[in-house]
């Protein structure tokens, strides 16, 4: 099956400092990847995605990068904010998951004031 | 604009007892999921439904049943529930573009089996 897994389940750091978060998958296959954020006592809720034929793309103070050469994907968050305190969530889908997501662990972020 | 709803927020059964969680999505989505969340396993599928009248296996649906009641409406079914079904339990709507799709899910349902 799939796996998507992240290098750190926490990660702590000060605010107005950058936090680069990680996620490595398995899937050679998998072709659009998303991050999702998860707020205590609530559902995921959407980030930023990327698809395979891209190595980068930007948000509002969030950058994805796709490295298909060793499966990594990370989420960089700049100047964090007390408000980015939350899980981060990583999930591929690809042409052989039909509709299904997978998600990785999450790491816990934690803003320091 | 609500979203995705999700009933209850809590729920405690006894080990062997039914119970059926809804949810509801006001965004005209098609597809709509059922996801549980356990720690340091991350959001696993357990059924989905591609659109009105259908519904599939994710990757854990045993000891489920879900119905696709209508467009808005699916809803997640525990027949005998058991101490393993204690999870956080998410419905889910995905918007779906030409090259994107995007999950929106609801607040979830804590559930504990004793």
């Known amino acids: 099956g799939e796996s998507v897994g992240l290098h750190l389940p926490t990660l702590s750091v000060q605010e107005g400092d950058n936090s680069i978060i990680n996620c490595a998958y398995s899937?050679?296959?998998?072709?659009?990847f998303i991050w999702y954020k998860q707020e205590s006592g609530k559902g995921p809720q959407f980030i930023i995605d990327?698809?395979?034929?891209?190595d980068k793309r930007q948000g509002q103070r969030v950058t994805v990068l796709l490295n298909k050469t060793v499966k990594h994907l990370s989420l960089q968050i700049a100047a964090t904010q007390p408000g980015d305190s939350a899980v981060y969530f990583c999930?591929?889908?690809?042409?052989?998951?039909?509709?299904?997501?997978?998600f990785g662990t999450g790491t816990s972020l934690t803003v320091i004031p | 604009n609500a979203g995705v709803t999700q009933t209850p927020k809590f729920q405690v059964l006894k080990t062997g007892q039914s119970m059926t969680l809804q949810c509801a999505q006001d965004?005209?989505?098609?597809?709509m999921y059922w996801y549980r969340q356990d720690p340091g396993m991350g959001l696993r599928l357990i059924y989905y439904?591609?659109?009105?009248?259908?519904?599939d296996k994710g990757e854990v649906p045993n000891g489920y049943n879900v119905s696709r009641l209508n467009k808005r409406e699916f809803s997640l079914r525990l027949e005998s529930a058991a101490p393993s079904q204690t999870s956080v339990y998410f419905c889910?709507?995905?918007?779906?573009?030409?090259?994107?799709?995007?999950?929106?899910f609801g607040s979830g349902t804590q559930l504990s089996v004793l």
């Open positions: 889910a709507s995905s918007e779906e573009g030409a090259d994107y799709e995007k999950l929106f």
């Open positions: 899937n050679s296959a998998s072709d659009y």
């Open positions: 990327i698809r395979s034929n891209m």
């Open positions: 999930a591929e889908n690809g042409p052989n998951t039909g509709n299904q997501f997978y």
């Open positions: 965004m005209n989505h098609n597809s």
């Open positions: 439904s591609a659109s009105e009248g259908t519904t």
